[in-house]
């Protein structure tokens, strides 16, 4: 639901479809969201589901909270203190890589895709990549959308995801928030410095 507005050919009366693992030229994406009439696909967006990697085993840290709790006499042995985690890194770089791989088919012909992702990794990417180009005033003309999610407490005092954040960036943001050379962003400005010098009140459309 989150998504549709980014079904810009979409109309009253078509249908929606959710339809999972497509495969793309960069790889494959988990869902397209589908604007249909009549069994034909009018526009689509792309929706990539990301979850965090773990790194170690938490199987030690069962065994001591057993024990803790008198359940189990003493810990299983054989594990020592291995540590365990979220392994923020690994994911948060697979993730942008993978995007990067299939952003240029999206941008190609003017779709969207969109990574759905909890806030905690969103704002762990903020911190350690170059968002600087992605901006959190998410343009619909942008190929590239972040929506981070968090759990919130409801008015029934239950656990809910609550849309949180939304961003938007090109390939080339993508790009630079992994440390690549956009030599394509050098082409963009200089087509924007051409296109500025022969800006004139000649050229201004009027209807």
């Not at 999610?149 to 938007?168: P, V």
């Not at 200089?190 to 004139?200: A, P, T």
Request: a negative charge; proline letters at 4%.
């Amino acid at each position: 639901m989150d998504c549709i507005h980014l079904l810009t050919l979409h109309e009253p009366g078509n249908e929606l479809h959710v339809i999972p693992e497509v495969g793309i030229p960069g790889g494959s994406v988990d869902y397209f969201l589908a604007s249909v009439r009549d069994k034909k696909v009018i526009d689509f967006v792309g929706i990539e589901l990301q979850t965090l990697d773990t790194t170690g085993t938490v199987w030690p840290e069962r065994q001591r909270l057993l024990t803790d709790l008198n359940i189990l006499e003493e810990p299983e042995e054989g594990y020592g203190n291995k540590p365990y985690g979220m392994n923020w890194k690994m994911t948060a770089k697979t993730i942008l890589v993978q995007l990067h791989h299939k952003i240029g088919t999206f941008e190609h012909l003017s779709k969207h895709l969109v990574l759905v992702i909890q806030d905690h990794l969103l704002n762990y990417m903020k911190k350690e990549f170059s968002f600087s180009n992605i901006t959190s005033t998410p343009k619909v003309g942008d190929p590239m959308h972040f929506h981070s999610y968090k759990l919130a407490i409801g008015d029934d005092q239950n656990y809910h995801i609550k849309l949180n954040e939304r961003l938007s960036t090109d390939s080339i943001g993508l790009a630079e928030a992994m440390g690549l050379q956009a030599e394509a962003k050098i082409e963009l400005e200089l087509i924007f410095k051409l296109l500025e010098r022969k800006i004139s009140d000649n050229t201004l459309l009027t209807i």
